[in-house]
C-alpha cells in the first residue's frame, strides 16, 4: 500500500515508518525542521520538509504521492512547551489536523489513522480510563488535541471519512533519537551514566508503554475495517507510581553495571494543571486490533536500559 506518515522523523514515527518499509508497504514520509534538528534514520526513498499549517503544500504531497493512507503523528507534543507557545501549538496541531483531513479527502485516501493522547483525558476519577470517559484537558497541547479529534469525527459526519483515532499513554525508550529529557529517559540516562536519578516527584502515576508495543498498535490498524470509526486507547493497563518506576530502573543499572544507584527528587510543588493519575482501559484494543502489549515493564525497562547503554557506548 502507499502510506505517507506525518511526523515520521520523530519518536513513534521514524519506527513506524521502518516497521511499515520491512512489511513492503511503500512509505512516504513528512515532516519538518525544528529547532534541535530533525531524524532521518531509515532514509525513506520518499520524504517531504512540509509544514503542517502549509495547505497548499500538502496537497501538493498528497497530489503527487497518492497515498491509499495517512498515519497522522505530525504534532509539536511536549506539553510545557504549549504553555510558552499555545498559539504555535494550536495552529500546528488542530489547523495542520484540519489541512490534513481536507487532503485525505480531496484525494480519496482510504484510512487515516490519527495519534490523539493520553492527555485528552486529564483529570479523571474512575480508572482505568475508557475511551467514553470525558475529556478534561488541562493544557493547551490537550485542548489542541480534543478539538483536532472533534474535528476528524465531525468530517467523517459530514463527508464520510475513515479514519481511527489512537490516544496513546506514556511511552519511553526514546534511544533511537536519543532524546534524554523525558522522565524515564533522564533516570535510565542519569543511572547510567552517574549512578543517579535526579527526578522531581515520586508520586504522579503513569501507565509506562514500550515503544515498540505502541508502533505495534498502529500496524495493527492496517486494513482493519474493526477499527475505523473508533476512538481507540494503547497503554499496558497498570498504573505505577514514578517513585516505583525509577526503583525499578535502579534496580537493572545496579545489576547491569555492579554498581549502586541512587535517586533524589527535587520535590517542586504541584502545578494546578498536573495530572497525578493515568491508567489506560486497553480492552477495546485487545478486542478490536487483536493488539496485546509486546513488553511487561519490567522487560520492557530492561530493553531500554540496554539500548540507551549502547547509545551511550557503556
Given amino acids: 500500500m502507499r502510506i505517507l506518515v506525518t511526523g515520521a522523523s520523530g519518536f513513534i514515527g521514524s519506527e513506524l515508518a521502518l516497521r511499515l518499509q520491512k512489511e513492503g508497504h511503500d512509505v512516504a514520509g513528512m515532516y519538518r525542521y525544528v529547532a534541535d534538528g530533525r531524524y532521518d534514520f531509515y532514509q525513506l526513498a520518499r520524504k517531504v520538509i512540509c509544514d503542517l499549517r ?47 483531513v481536507h487532503a485525505c479527502r480531496k484525494y480519496g485516501v482510504e484510512h487515516l489513522i490519527h495519534a490523539s493522547t493520553s492527555e485528552f ?3 479523571q476519577d474512575t480508572f482505568p480510563i475508557r475511551e467514553d470517559a470525558m475529556p478534561f484537558p488541562l493544557s493547551p497541547y490537550a485542548v489542541s488535541k480534543v478539538a483536532a479529534e472533534e474535528y476528524i469525527r465531525f468530517y467523517a459526519r459530514c463527508e464520510g471519512l475513515r479514519y481511527t483515532i489512537i490516544r496513546p499513554y506514556n511511552t519511553y525508550n526514546r534511544s533511537h533519537v536519543k532524546k534524554e529529557y523525558f522522565v524515564i529517559e533522564r533516570a535510565i540516562t542519569g543511572a547510567l551514566r552517574d549512578a543517579h536519578i535526579q527526578l522531581y516527584t515520586p508520586d504522579p502515576v503513569r501507565d509506562l508503554l514500550d515503544r515498540d508495543s505502541h508502533v505495534d498498535a498502529y500496524v495493527k490498524c492496517l486494513e482493519n475495517p474493526r477499527a475505523v470509526g473508533q476512538a481507540i486507547n494503547i ?3 497498570e498504573g505505577h507510581t514514578i517513585g516505583e518506576v525509577a526503583h ?4 537493572l543499572v545496579e545489576a547491569r553495571t555492579e554498581r549502586p544507584v541512587r535517586t533524589s527528587w527535587s520535590m517542586e510543588p504541584d502545578r494546578p494543571y498536573d495530572i497525578k493519575v493515568l491508567i489506560c482501559s486497553n480492552e477495546k484494543a485487545k478486542d478490536l486490533l487483536g493488539w496485546q502489549p509486546l513488553h511487561t515493564l519490567m522487560s520492557g525497562l530492561e530493553l531500554a536500559v540496554k539500548e540507551w547503554a549502547e547509545v551511550l557506548g557503556l
Fill in 54 to 100: 502549509d495547505a497548499q503544500l500538502i496537497d501538493t504531497v498528497f497530489e503527487r504521492f497518492k497515498p491509499e493512507v495517512v498515519y497522522h503523528l505530525g504534532a509539536i507534543t511536549p506539553v510545557s512547551y504549549s504553555f510558552i507557545s499555545p498559539l504555535e501549538v494550536t495552529q500546528v496541531n488542530y489547523l495542520g489536523t484540519m489541512n490534513i
Fill in 248 to 251: 525499578l530502573i535502579a534496580q
Fill in 121 to 123: 483525558y486529564g483529570k
Fill in 235 to 237: 497503554g499496558l493497563g
